[in-house]
């Protein structure tokens, strides 16, 4: 097989653990640029593969697919970089820093006929999905509760955050699009409150460090949407999906980063997991796997550009619900 060749753009937390992942898969080979040209050096020296100068020097070679790694404010013109390069693109989410350029930047997409896979990565963790097939093979009977839950077990620097577009954009927008993914539903309205009752840092760049979301499906199932940045006891990233049948849960595993208040009953029984890339290194790996099967051919799109957005709507609801204290509409 000719080696498939992989741009990767960002060599920060996220984009090293995606060149590892890439470096990891038989016959790939992976070019690593970023806006510090020594950083993309000693990650290509520490996983043995080759970086180059700059974005320009990656876009002048001839590369199969693209992944994009940056920060928010470069992924729309990356994103119509590589379309019009031809290439295939792994984008990380959010497709663009609004939905208003996400919209411009799908019509790019469309125009083009881009393969373009975003980086929702629950949806190739193995509990989501088996999730998804028990409620869909109906053994969950019709859903009467549904509580989705992200929990940091630390905020992440208070200058992200100023740029993050707030709790909800940036984590509940997650669980927003793995409940539509799973239930094949869309969102049609939300009411979100929040709290900042941590670091006071947090509330100055208009940010909040916990919220809850009330979400109304289309046939009126009613989902609770959990964020915190301040869950000291671990990271901790669960569905529970409660039916007339049965009941489902995803994230509930000896890491599960809580204890139980019942007398004798020991639990967890492991390590609970820090960080989100913990509790979801084998998604992440599948998510490259996955991308460089889409670049060959081989494999569909787990995460198509257009449901990516259309989660970003609905955390556009909910940030305007928190800001307003009202129920919000999701635009479409």
């Known amino acids: 097989m000719v080696a498939t060749t992989i741009g990767l753009l960002g060599a920060g937390r996220i984009g090293t653990l995606h060149a590892a992942n890439l470096r990891a898969l038989a016959e790939v080979e992976v070019l690593i640029a970023d806006a510090e040209p020594a950083r993309a ?8 593969c080759s ?15 693209v992944v994009i790694a940056t920060g928010t404010d470069q992924h729309a013109p990356l994103v119509q970089r590589a379309a019009a390069a031809g290439a295939a693109v792994f984008c990380e989410k959010p497709l663009a820093r609004t939905t208003a350029e996400a919209l411009a930047v ?14 929702h990565q629950r949806r190739l963790d193995p509990g989501y999905q088996e999730a998804r097939r028990a409620y869909r093979a109906g053994e969950l009977g019709w859903l009467h509760t549904v509580r989705a839950v992200t929990a940091d077990q630390f905020p992440p ?9 707030g709790l909800v954009r940036d984590c509940s927008v997650h669980d927003f699009d793995i409940l539509q993914w799973i239930t094949g539903q869309r969102i049609m309205e939300v009411y979100a409150r929040g709290s900042n009752n941590g670091d006071p840092a947090i509330g100055s760049v208009g940010d909040v460090d916990s919220a809850v979301t009330l979400a109304t499906f ?4 009613l989902a609770t949407v959990s964020a915190t940045r301040h869950n000291g006891a671990g990271h901790d990233v669960r569905l529970e999906l409660h039916g007339s049948v049965g009941t489902i849960q995803v994230g509930l595993d000896a890491s599960y980063a809580g204890r139980s208040a019942e007398p004798g009953f020991v639990y967890p029984a492991g390590q609970v997991h820090t960080t989100f890339h913990e509790r979801f290194a084998d998604a992440y790996a599948a998510e490259m796997a996955a ?8 494999g569909a799109n787990p995460c198509p550009p257009h449901e990516a ?7 556009d609801a909910a940030q305007a619900s928190l800001d307003s204290a009202v129920p919000v509409r999701v635009a479409r």
Request: a negative charge; charged letters at 20%; proline letters at 0%.
């Open 41 to 48: 050096q000693q990650v290509a020296v520490d996983l043995g």
């Open 51 to 65: 970086a180059v100068a700059d974005a320009e020097a990656l876009f002048a070679r001839d590369l199969d697919g």
């Open 106 to 119: 799908l019509e790019v997409i469309d125009a083009s006929g881009a393969t373009v896979q975003v980086g």
């Open 157 to 165: 620097a208070v200058a992200f955050l100023a740029t993050s577009g």
């Open 218 to 221: 289309a046939d009126g199932t």
């Open 291 to 298: 991308f460089v099967a889409l670049v060959r051919g081989s």
């Open 309 to 315: 957005v259309d989660a970003g709507r609905v955390a």
